[in-house]
Nanobody, 126 residues
């Protein structure tokens, strides 16, 4: 089962976008969820994660204080609010679920995530 991301688009530098990801109930309730991105010619990188309870969040240094991850249990949705966007934020953004049930650590590695779906493209113009 794959998680589906949406909400990308073209925005000017300094603007905002909110990405959404629909997660099946079994993932949403018991697993940490994360956002990753991949720019052309680059490796996929961690952006943000929220633990399975929805109480703790983690961010890459490059997006800290600009992006906010949140999850809405009633809607099985996880959001990534992106403010003060920069051209270097341009990438395809993906959401995924941690492979370990009830994981509550602070390290979120690409290889620990599963159920990757199609990404959503974010393009920030200068």
């Amino acid at each position: 089962v794959q998680l589906q991301a949406c909400g990308g688009g073209l925005v000017q530098a300094g603007g905002s976008l909110r990405l959404s990801c629909v997660a099946p109930s079994r993932y949403f309730s018991n697993y940490a969820l994360g956002w990753f991105r991949q720019a052309p010619g680059m490796e996929r990188e961690f952006v943000a994660a929220v633990d399975w309870r929805g109480t703790s969040t983690y961010y890459a240094d490059s997006v800290k204080d600009r992006f906010t991850i949140s999850r809405v249990k009633a809607k099985n949705l996880v959001y990534l609010q992106m403010n003060s966007l920069r051209p270097e934020d341009t990438a395809a953004y993906y959401c995924a679920a941690h492979s370990q049930r009830y994981y509550s650590g602070s390290a979120y590695n690409l290889d620990d995530f599963t159920s990757w779906g199609q990404g959503t493209q974010v393009t920030v113009s200068s």
